[in-house]
T-cell receptor, first 115, second 110 residues
Framework: EPEVTQTPSHQVTQMGQEVILRCVPISNHLYFYWYRQILGQKVEFLVSFYNNEISEKSEIFDDQFSVERPDGSNFTLKIRSTKLEDSAMYFC?????????????FGPGTRLTVL | QKEVEQNSGPLSVPEGAIASLNCTYSDRVSQSFFWYRQYSGKSPELIMSIYSNGDKEDGRFTAQLNKASQYVSLLIRDSQPSDSATYLCAGYQAGTALIFGKGTTLSVSS
C-alpha cells in the first residue's frame, strides 16, 4: 500500500499561535487532500490540491488556513491563528497516479491540541 | 437526508460470525464508494472500494452497492476480535472531496 508520512505526530500550541502540519508521500501522487476529525466526530474534508493549486475547499477552510508545496514534495497545511476549536486530528490523504478509481490513502495523522 | 448515513452502533458479533455494516447516501454523493476501517486514535485505512452495482469480494470482505436504493453495505465473514474498529463509509461529492459517514463501531467478542 502506498505510504504517506505526516509530521509532527502531536502538536500542542497556544491559542493564537501559527502551526504548520506536514505531509510527505513516498511515491508518485496525483492529488493531495487535508481532512480533519474532531474527537468523536466524523472525518471532514478541508481542501484538495492538484498541480500546485487548490482544486476544491470546504466551508471550514477559511482565511485562517493555507496549503502549499514548499519544496515540490512536502505538502503543508498552515493554520495562522489557532483557535480552541481547531483541536482535532488532521489527516493528509493522497491519490496516486498508478492507482485506479481515485482511491484515497490516508497518512497517520497529526493530533493538534490548542490550549 | 444527510449525504452519507450510517448507524453508529455499536454492532456486536461473536467471533466467527458475519458482521453486516450498512450505509445510505443522498443524491449529492457520486456513485463511487469506499469503506475505511479506523482503529481508535488511528487514521482511516482503506479496505474496500466499489463503483458498480452488485457485489465485490476481497478475502473476508464483501462490499455491496445498490444504486437504485442508494445503499452500500460491507459484510465481514469469519469476524475476528482484530476486526473490532469503527467502519467508515465514504463517497465522492461532485468534485474531489470524500464525504464520510459518522461510522459504525464494530465489536467482535471472542
Amino acid at each position: 500500500e502506498p505510504e504517506v508520512t505526516q509530521t509532527p505526530s502531536h502538536q500542542v500550541t497556544q491559542m493564537g499561535q501559527e502551526v504548520i502540519l506536514r505531509c510527505v508521500p513516498i511515491s508518485n501522487h496525483l492529488y493531495f487532500y487535508w481532512y480533519r476529525q474532531i474527537l468523536g466526530q466524523k472525518v471532514e474534508f478541508l481542501v484538495s490540491f492538484y498541480n500546485n493549486e487548490i482544486s476544491e475547499k470546504s466551508e471550514i477552510f477559511d482565511d485562517q488556513f493555507s496549503v502549499e508545496r514548499p519544496d515540490g514534495s512536502n505538502f503543508t497545511l498552515k493554520i495562522r491563528s489557532t483557535k480552541l476549536e481547531d483541536s482535532a486530528m488532521y489527516f493528509c490523504a493522497i491519490v496516486f497516479e498508478d492507482r485506479s478509481y481515485n482511491e484515497q490513502f490516508f497518512g497517520p495523522g497529526t493530533r493538534l491540541t490548542v490550549l | 437526508q444527510k449525504e452519507v448515513e450510517q448507524n453508529s452502533g455499536p454492532l456486536s458479533v461473536p467471533e466467527g460470525a458475519i458482521a453486516s455494516l450498512n450505509c445510505t447516501y443522498s443524491d449529492r454523493v457520486s456513485q463511487s464508494f469506499f469503506w475505511y476501517r479506523q482503529y481508535s486514535g488511528k487514521s482511516p485505512e482503506l479496505i474496500m472500494s466499489i463503483y458498480s452495482n452488485g457485489d465485490k469480494e476481497d478475502g473476508r470482505f464483501t462490499a455491496q452497492l445498490n444504486k437504485a436504493s442508494q445503499y452500500v453495505s460491507l459484510l465481514i465473514r469469519d469476524s475476528q476480535p482484530s476486526d473490532s474498529a469503527t467502519y467508515l463509509c465514504a463517497g465522492y461529492q461532485a468534485g474531489t472531496a470524500l464525504i464520510f459517514g459518522k461510522g459504525t463501531t464494530l465489536s467482535v467478542s471472542s
